[in-house]
């Protein structure tokens, strides 16, 4: 199978979601895993700037053109903003889950709270159990 | 898991990293490459689908076609021998037991190939009524089925057989051809709504033909494709899915599948009065083609509503590969199916504006 990419310098959740700290705010997108699961992405449905998101619930929800999967938020906070690219362009979330397909960014109620989330080397235990 | 049947190509589909998914309690692939490379692949050029999961169930006989005409809605005598048909099996309230194709080998011999799903259930079906003079048989773990299908389908498998293949028109077949080695029954078949054909053989030499039709499609870029695939161009296509358009609940004329239901073909059959009204009275709901207007893409089992009332529910629904439009076949309230009626989708609990839009979206 294809070798997938878990980046050293995120943070990971168990539903497969990435948190990159930038400052005193965090981008979210889905890993390289999430994205070869679902296979072609077609459509991505993400919240607004202000918006609350909290954790374990549902932000939004990436659609493959086979099924839906909902997002979860790894933390809670507010959105300070969306990627509008992937409105036009969801096949990011296949060619450049990391980079291009970030999906939110937002204002962590408490930026500890990332430290919580899973290492890398947690997150390819997760991963290499499912598969 | 591991109780889950395998398809004769299981080992092939291990080698080649394709992920697979319990399908109706089969071990199958969802895509080889990508769903959406693999559907272009289909609509431009050729590519390959294992279906040996469908169930086949051999009918013999000297009263084998009267059988059938009992419990086809389909008009069996009209089939001769060569030629394949595409009918439906009905309870007698109208409901659907499966949708199938029947293949005349001989006079007294045929041949009902059945979604996979549905095999025993219909095998059970079937004996329940079979009546002196026929013999059934449940031949599904002997015979593998592998589909070429598209554009270039033809020029690919003529490279392995010695019949004209362009003499072979849609829903004939010639049994006991020889396909680089391995005898098979050819057949000008499909479930993509493209040309093509779908290719009967020993289970045991599956494996075989399956290289043999890559390695001879391989100039025309033949790729091997999944159930995903093999449903996005069905969908499109606007070929019924037991299960989703047709259930014991939906009849075949609201599935809209009447072109396989005879109601005034000179024998009985199982359902008859049902549907004969539903023809002459009119159906209670019909299948019918929806494009998003708002975004959100609908998929099965989701509501449909006219301002507050429910008329219904999605049946299938993706995003059109070909197309690039979001769209769904839905079964809604007759008195509502008008092309052009906006209507909403509930997606996730958000309503969502859809306009009804001819079907098939997609012909060759």
């Known amino acids: 199978m294809n070798v997938l990419n878990v980046p050293k310098d995120l943070r990971y959740s168990e539903e497969h979601e990435w948190v990159k700290t930038e400052g005193q705010t965090v981008k979210i997108g889905i890993t390289d895993f999430a994205q070869d699961e679902l296979g072609d992405i077609v459509f991505v449905e993400l919240p607004e700037v202000g918006d609350d998101i909290e954790a374990d619930a549902a932000f939004g929800s990436v659609e493959s053109v086979k099924t839906v999967s909902e997002l979860y938020a790894p933390i809670s906070g507010k959105v300070v903003a969306v990627n509008e690219e992937l409105e036009d362009s969801p096949e990011f979330v296949n060619e450049s889950p990391y980079e291009k397909a970030w999906m939110i960014e937002i204002e962590p109620n408490d930026l500890g709270d990332v430290e919580k989330l899973l290492s890398p080397e947690d997150y390819e235990k997760v991963i290499n159990e499912e598969d | ?364």
């Open chain 2, 1 to 364: 898991m591991g109780d889950l049947k395998q398809s004769p190509l299981a080992e092939v589909y291990k080698k080649s990293g394709a992920k697979t998914i319990d399908f109706g309690g089969w071990d199958l692939p969802v895509q080889f490459s990508s769903i959406k490379e693999e559907h272009q692949a289909v609509r431009e050029r050729v590519g390959l689908f294992d279906v040996s999961h469908m169930g086949e169930i051999e009918v013999k006989g000297s009263e084998a076609e009267n059988f059938l005409q009992y419990l086809m809605t389909n008009d069996v005598s009209k089939l001769q021998v060569g030629g394949a048909q595409y009918s439906a099996m009905c309870y007698e309230n109208g409901g659907t037991v499966d949708d199938l194709i029947i293949y005349k080998k001989e006079s007294e011999d045929f041949l009902l190939v059945v979604n996979a799903s549905n095999t025993d259930k219909d095998f059970e079906w079937i004996l329940s009524h079979v009546p002196e003079g026929v013999t059934v048989r449940n031949s599904s773990n002997d015979i593998a089925q592998i589909a070429i299908q598209g554009p270039l389908a033809e020029k690919v498998l003529q490279k392995l057989v010695k019949i004209d293949l362009s003499s072979l028109g849609a829903f004939k077949f010639v049994d006991a051809v020889n396909v680089g080695g391995i005898q098979s029954l050819v057949s000008r078949t499909g479930y993509t709504g493209e040309d093509g054909f779908e290719i009967y053989c020993p289970w045991g030499e599956a494996v075989n033909l399956w290289h043999a039709l890559l390695d001879a499609g391989e100039e025309e870029g033949i790729l091997p494709c999944g159930l995903g695939a093999r449903d996005t161009l069905r969908f499109e296509a606007k070929h019924a899915l037991y299960g989703q358009e047709l259930t014991p609940e939906i009849s075949p004329l609201e599935a809209g599948i009447g072109f396989a239901v005879k109601v005034d073909k000179p024998s009985d059959f199982i359902g008859k009065s049902v549907l004969k009204a539903q023809k002459e009275n009119g159906i209670p709901r019909k299948l019918v083609g929806l494009e998003m207007i708002d975004k959100g893409i609908p998929r099965a089992h989701y509501d449909v509503y006219l301002e507050e009332v429910k008329i219904g529910e999605v049946t299938t629904g993706t995003q059109s590969p070909t197309l690039k439009k979001n769209l769904g076949l839905a079964l809604i309230d007759k008195s509502h199916s008008a092309l052009g009626t906006e209507v909403d989708v509930d997606i996730r609990g958000k309503r969502r504006k859809a306009i009804i839009v001819k079907a098939p979206f997609y012909k060759r």
